[in-house]
Every structure is written in structure tokens, then in C-alpha cells.
């Protein structure tokens, strides 16, 4: 049972044009979420994350946007520029169940910005 | 500060070979995780510890075990290698403070399993 799912495998953008990046829960529990960029041959580093009180959080080109009642929450990245070229992964977690910091991940989504 | 590292990098495993996966933080965390990613599933937590001396099974522990000896360490053993267990194996950790602890995990860069 997939509880954060991301639905595109893959996206190719332009460079300079906005990067959308999706992300559905089912887990109506979740209260935090956080978003990871991954190269090739290295390990996920952390980028942005939301907690649920909020419904937008921005950091430089990235923003988060969570709509809680739709259980979605988005990455946009603007302008787009080759560097973001990456996997992308969105994760959840409900901060309230135990003291370590679980985190439950989706599939991941490819993102390619082309020139 | 080098971060979380891993060793090693990359391994060759018979079906039946056992071997221990390393990892290696200095951010003086009191939280590290073992992660493995296969296609198309994303990360998966094999099992966790939350401080010197204690381990945890997380969402796919079978054929792992885990041992936490010094804080700065985390090893993930596998006793007997089976193919399915072909992955690649990341390690994390976070740190917490005081009642709050961060979400944000530290990963390390990977070690890359083949189980023949």
C-alpha cells in the first residue's frame, strides 16, 4: 500500500520555464512533509519541507504548495535550470508516533531540464 | 565534516555470503536509519535506532540486522545474502533536541549490492 505516491516517473522542462513536481498521501496523519533531490550515485539531499499548519512554504526557486483536503502537495521550481536535472522524491510523516523521525517516501519522480 | 559515509561503495554477494554494511556519521546525531531503494519503490526503511545501543525494525527488516554500538556508528548485516536483497542501501541520520526532534534526514552516498 503506496501511501505517498508520485504519478509521473519523468518530466522535461525547459530551462528558465517552471518545474511542477506532484505528490499524493493517502495517509490522513501525515503532518509533515519534505522534499529530496537525488544525482546519480549519490545520496538524497534535503531541499524544502511544509508542515501541515502551513499551505505554502517558499525557499530562493522553490516553493511548496500542501492542499490538505485534497491530500496534494507540489514543488515548483522557478525559473528551471539544468542543475535541477534530478530525481526527485516527496516524503510524509506523522511527527506524533514515536520520538525517531520515520519517514515514509514516494517513488520518485525524473526531473530533466533541457536547454 | 564529512557527513554520513558509507562503506563500501559497491559489492559482488554469492547467494548464502553474509556481510556488514558501515556507516559512518559525525554530526553527533542521536537518530540513524537504514533505507534501501529499488526501481520504482522509492525508499523503504529497513531499521532505525534512536540512540546508542538501541534498534529498531522499520518497514522491511527481514533477512537485516542491525547493531548500534557507538553513536557515531550503524551497521546493517546481512547473514545470509539472497538475490532479492540486490539494492541499493542508503544510510541517514537526524538529530534531536531536547523534546523536538528535526525531520530532516542526512544521507549518505549509497552502497550499491548485488546478490548472485
Known amino acids: 500500500d503506496q501511501q505517498v505516491k508520485q504519478n509521473s516517473p519523468s518530466l522535461s522542462v525547459q530551462e528558465g520555464r517552471i518545474s511542477i513536481l506532484n505528490c499524493d498521501y493517502t495517509n490522513s496523519m501525515f503532518d509533515y512533509f519534505l522534499w529530496y533531490k537525488k544525482y546519480p550515485a549519490e545520496g538524497p539531499t534535503f531541499l524544502i519541507s511544509i508542515s501541515s499548519i502551513k499551505d505554502k512554504n517558499e525557499d530562493g526557486r522553490f516553493t511548496v504548495f500542501l492542499n490538505k483536503s485534497a491530500k496534494h502537495l507540489s514543488l515548483h521550481i522557478v525559473p528551471s535550470q539544468p542543475g535541477d536535472s534530478a530525481v526527485y522524491f516527496c516524503a510524509a510523516i506523522n511527527r506524533n508516533t514515536g520520538t525517531a523521525s520515520k519517514l515514509t517516501f514516494g517513488t520518485g519522480t525524473r526531473l530533466q531540464v533541457t536547454l | ?116
Open chain 2, 1 to 116: 565534516n564529512a557527513g554520513v559515509t558509507q562503506t563500501p561503495k559497491f559489492r559482488v554477494l554469492k547467494t548464502g555470503q553474509s556481510m556488514t554494511l558501515l556507516c559512518a556519521q559525525d554530526m553527533n546525531h542521536e537518530y540513524m536509519y537504514w533505507y534501501r531503494q529499488d526501481p520504482g519503490m522509492g525508499l523503504r526503511l529497513i531499521h532505525y535506532s534512536v540512540g546508542e545501543g538501541t534498534t529498531a525494525k522499520g518497514e522491511v527488516p527481514d533477512g537485516y540486522n542491525v547493531s548500534r554500538l557507538k553513536k557515531q556508528n550503524f551497521l546493517l548485516g546481512l547473514e545470509s545474502a539472497a538475490p532479492s536483497q540486490t539494492s541499493v542501501y542508503f544510510c541517514a541520520s537526524s538529530y534531536s533536541r531536547g523534546d523536538r526532534r528535526r525531520e530532516t534526514q542526512y544521507f549518505g552516498p549509497g552502497t550499491r549490492l548485488l546478490v548472485l
